[in-house]
């Protein structure tokens, strides 16, 4: 057996997986490209609004086939009025209606400043049953001065006219009694029809901060 077999055996495990020590800059040196079903995916900066006392926030362009994958992340968004919800809804007309249909779970997690209340739950009375009324994304905000959302929100395949619409939300509040407060919320749209754009607002009044949206590769 010659000396580079016997090198190439004594590294790898008996599992058959190659142990750490085959790779290294002489092993990597002569490598000029990975193989075409090697996954490289990474993040694209498609859009970044950002509110300024503004109604809502909405992105009517940049959703399509180009991706499988659309990324909000919230950034310090922040209602100018108290005790207010931060939702989301979905269009497939390019944002002149925001009424898709959609079929969602929501529950959440809480703790306070002065550590004395906590709770773990699914809220019933958050979610939608075939319903095109907005989602909400978070528990009610407050919006004092250092209160505000962070957050994300992805959307799969918006593209598709085979299938429905699926999102997974997790977000952070600031809550108006001093509490933070985690929610997961996901479900579907329910449309077949191709989604090309989303808006998101507070369920009453105005608000501040910025929404980055990524497609993923």
């Known amino acids: 057996m010659g000396s580079i077999t016997r090198s190439f055996a004594n590294n790898i495990g008996t599992s058959g997986i190659l142990k750490a020590a085959a790779f290294n800059n002489d092993s990597l040196n002569n490598v000029t490209a990975l193989n075409a079903a090697i996954p490289t995916g990474n993040m694209v900066l498609i859009s970044s609004q950002t509110a300024n006392n503004s109604a809502s926030l909405s992105f009517t362009s940049g959703i399509d086939s180009t991706y499988k994958e659309y990324q909000f992340y919230f950034i310090n968004v922040a209602p100018k009025t108290d005790n207010v919800y931060f939702n989301f809804n979905l269009s497939t007309d390019s944002g002149s209606n925001y009424n898709v249909t959609k ?27 075939q319903s095109t009324s907005d989602q909400r994304l978070t528990d009610t905000n407050g919006n004092g001065a250092d209160e505000c959302v962070g957050g994300y929100l992805s959307l799969f395949n918006p593209s598709s006219t085979t299938y429905v619409k699926h999102f997974i939300s997790n977000t952070n509040t600031y809550n108006n009694s001093d509490f933070s407060t985690n929610v997961f919320c996901a479900g579907y749209g329910n449309t077949t029809s191709a989604v090309n754009a989303a808006r998101f607002q507070m369920s009453s009044g105005n608000m501040d901060g910025t929404i980055l949206m990524y497609g993923i590769k």
């Open 103 to 129: 079929t969602t779970t929501w529950f959440r997690a809480y703790h306070n400043e002065t550590g004395n209340a906590t709770a773990l739950g699914y809220e019933a009375g958050e979610d939608l049953a």
